[in-house]
């Protein structure tokens, strides 16, 4: 089974700076898929970013990039510019390329607080 | 466009009670899926469903059971409420077409049982 493992359960970061939260996974995959996930007060979850195991390249939005270090597993996702409305529990998941029923794997989560 | 919705927002059981929690999207997605979200612990998949009138375990499925009589509805059902299963509980679609990999989210179900 897959596990997925967020060291920091709390992280802080200055209006306008940069901070990134890790993330590291347990697999004996070749194909899967990463994700950054964001919860708000409000609950909702709100999907970040996306990365593909087989793409080298660093998956981008906006101010959020990723870290991608296939061999390390490990996956850390970087803000920059941070904003107040960056503040939320993030979550790190995995997601199976072999799963018929493609069911996520979370993280713990991350608690982001952004002073102003 | 509702996307995911959750009946209802918040619930207080007595040990012992049952109870059912609705989860619908309107979306026409195949898949949907119901978590638990405790502190420390992220979400956790309870069940999950590929379609219509099909329903399989998911990591934590022990106390609950499921149903998907109707491709927009996924029912939760706890048979006899514990205090350990105080919980936010979400729902989650998504479309089977594996080139978007969005799952899209309800706004979750508080749960309380004393």
């Known amino acids: 089974a897959q596990t997925v493992t967020q060291s920091q359960p709390e992280m802080s970061v200055q209006e306008a700076e940069t901070v990134t939260l890790s993330c590291t996974y347990d697999?004996?995959?070749?194909?899967?898929?990463l994700f950054w996930y964001k919860q708000p007060p409000s609950r909702q979850m709100i999907l970040v970013i996306r990365?593909?195991?087989?793409?080298?390249q660093n998956a981008t939005e906006n101010r959020f990039s990723v870290n991608f270090q296939k061999a390390a597993k490990s996956f850390s996702l970087k803000i920059s510019d941070s904003q107040l409305g960056d503040a939320a529990m993030y979550f790190c998941?995995?997601?199976?390329?072999?799963?018929?029923?493609?069911?996520?794997?979370f993280g713990g989560g991350t608690r982001l607080m952004v002073k102003p | 466009n509702a996307g995911v919705t959750q009946t209802p927002k918040f619930r207080v059981l007595k040990t012992g009670q049952s109870m059912t929690l609705l989860c619908a999207q309107d979306?026409?997605?195949?898949?949907m899926y119901w978590y638990r979200q405790d502190p420390g612990m992220g979400l956790r998949l309870i069940h999950y469903?590929?379609?219509?009138?099909?329903?399989a375990k998911g990591e934590v499925p022990d106390g609950y059971n499921v149903s998907r009589l109707k491709k927009q509805n996924f029912l939760l059902g706890l048979e006899s409420a514990a205090p350990s299963q105080t919980s936010v509980y979400f729902c989650?679609?998504?479309?089977?077409?594996?080139?978007?990999?969005?799952?899209?989210f309800g706004p979750g179900t508080r749960l309380t049982v004393l």
């Open positions: 989650a679609s998504r479309t089977r077409d594996k080139s978007t990999d969005t799952q899209y």
């Open positions: 697999t004996s995959e070749s194909d899967y898929y």
């Open positions: 990365q593909e195991a087989y793409k080298q």
């Open positions: 998941a995995y997601r199976s390329a072999y799963n018929a029923g493609n069911m996520l794997t």
């Open positions: 979306m026409n997605h195949e898949y």
């Open positions: 469903s590929v379609g219509e009138g099909t329903t």
